[in-house]
């Protein structure tokens, strides 16, 4: 069993910062790319950043400049740094990896969510 835990999401206002947080635990052999996703209302979940185990990183051309991805592979823990928000960046985010239990067996896993709110 492999669990995605998130943590850090809140209410900010434009031009503040946020960081995510990321921590994977369970039968983990193996984690290879993870990512942040994230979900407005009313449109469908969307890439926000991926990082491979050897930390190269792929942004979406909205957060280019802002947000900063990065992991720990000793700790099995994927950051999201975010920079100067804007309030469409509001969205419920998701962590999400790819992920080689100690079966062998490379499932795609979803954390819960936290909620990213931008708001004068």
């Known amino acids: 069993q492999v669990q995605l835990v998130e943590s850090g999401g809140g209410l900010v206002h434009p031009g503040w910062s946020l960081r995510l947080s990321c921590t994977a635990a369970?039968?983990?052999?193996?984690?290879?790319?993870m990512g942040w996703y994230r979900q407005a209302p009313g449109k469908q979940r969307e890439l926000v950043a991926s990082?491979?185990?050897?930390?190269?990183?792929n942004y979406a051309d909205s957060v280019k400049g802002r947000f900063t991805i990065s992991r720990d592979n000793a700790k099995n823990t994927m950051l999201l740094q975010m920079n100067s928000l804007k309030p469409e960046d509001t969205a419920v985010y998701y962590c999400n990896g790819a992920i080689e239990t100690l079966s062998r067996v490379v499932l795609n896993y979803w954390g819960q969510g936290t909620q990213v709110t931008v708001s004068s």
């Open positions: 990082i491979t185990s050897g930390s190269i990183t």
């Open positions: 369970g039968s983990i052999f193996r984690i290879y790319v």
